[in-house]
């Protein structure tokens, strides 16, 4: 098990789970989206651009992708990039608000050998979700959710960032994707994208947090996309990988190519580099800041925690976007004496995605190829892990 993880740590001639964006177009304006979407940018890969990445997964033998945006089915050449995808033998898991999943559009996923979708409800109740997502927004998601059962197709997903509005609602979460014949995933609130405004109104307290992980372990059926591995510390950990994969096995392609270490990194300090300008594999096997992410210990001001092995200090992405040292423990630990439990305050930045964006289409030069060598000891508060390491 370990020979296996220490595998995974140093990284894979590529990623077990990639996720591309396809476009920053969206037709909601959820409050918590990570990637801050609203308007496509100009210079979204196009169907023969995308098509080109395609065949490098294939070389590269990735088997999987999973789509999201922004709105994915919003990008004008949706179903000519999932359908080629599927022609090549890649599986598409893709995520939706389900606004455009109508009943052709169900039938002609349904017609699809390896299409898992997943539709994004956040509460059991359209109360709850609504004022998350927008009005409307919960009866369109169970219309799609409708759309897809009736069309037969398999493996659907009701996809759940946990909040404090609907951490109350996981039975009634439960009943409802069993209706459509769907699973229950769910998974965790980050402070990227506009979710800076809110994770702290929103993000789950210490007892909550220790209710969901009961509740995941009552109920394993449930998938996470190992989102809650930081509670692994309460004791036995809940299935899934057990520390942050960020450029070791997963990372993000957005809609304009830039690839980061993960999809809640969306920020310069974590681009790796550009498909326009290198090939996909080139960058996952070589670029430094991958590199960099794979020689490093993960959190090793936590070594000394005896929940480590469990938890490898948790998450990255919550961590930088609260201003902590990326060597340090997870905002939320529940572990940490003097590392508070309740909800950390995040960063107030401007918009990080946009600002991302600029570079882009300005000019690719003005982002250039990250290192996490010259704050190797810093955090991006400034202070040293040994400050937190004091706090484990
Ligand atoms: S101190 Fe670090 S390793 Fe221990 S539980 Fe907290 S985040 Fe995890
Ligand atoms: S940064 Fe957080 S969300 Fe991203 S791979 Fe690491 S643990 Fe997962």
Known sequence: MTIVRDALMEGLSSPLCLTWELTWACNLSCRHCLSSSGKPDPLELDLQACRRLLDDFRDMGIFYLNIGGGEPMMHPSFFGIIEYADALGIGVKFSTNGTRLNREAAQRIASLHYCDVQVSLDGATAAVNDAIRGAGSYERALWALQNLADA????????????????????????????????????????????????????????????????????????????????????????????????????????????????????????????????????????????????????????????????????????????????????SCVRAVGNPVSVPVPRRLSDHTRLVRRGSAGSSAAVGQSSLSSRRFRGVDGSSWGDIVGDV
């Not at 992980?213 to 009552?218: A, D, I, K, P």
């Open 152 to 331: 037969g197709v398999q493996g659907s997903k009701i996809s759940v960032v946990v909040t404090k509005g609907s951490i109350g609602q996981l039975d009634e979460l439960r009943t409802l994707a069993s209706r459509f014949g769907a699973q229950l995933r769910l998974t965790r609130l980050r402070p990227s994208g506009r979710a800076q405004d809110c994770y702290e109104e929103l993000a789950l307290d210490d007892a909550q947090q220790r209710y969901l992980y009961e509740y995941l372990l009552r109920y394993p059926e449930i998938q996470t996309a190992d989102s809650f591995f930081h509670l692994n510390a309460l004791g036995a950990s809940l299935p899934g990988l057990n520390f942050c994969g960020a450029g070791r096995v997963v990372c993000l392609i957005d809609p304009v190519g830039d690839v980061y270490a993960c999809p809640f990194t969306i920020h310069p300090d974590f681009r790796a580099g550009s498909v326009r300008t290198d090939r996909f594999a080139t960058i996952w096997r070589s670029a430094e800041l991958f590199r960099d992410l794979r020689a490093q210990t993960p959190a090793a001001g936590c070594q000394r925690c005896d929940a480590y092995s469990r938890c490898h200090g948790g998450c990255l992405a919550t961590k930088f976007f609260t201003g902590r040292s990326l060597f340090g423990a997870d905002p």
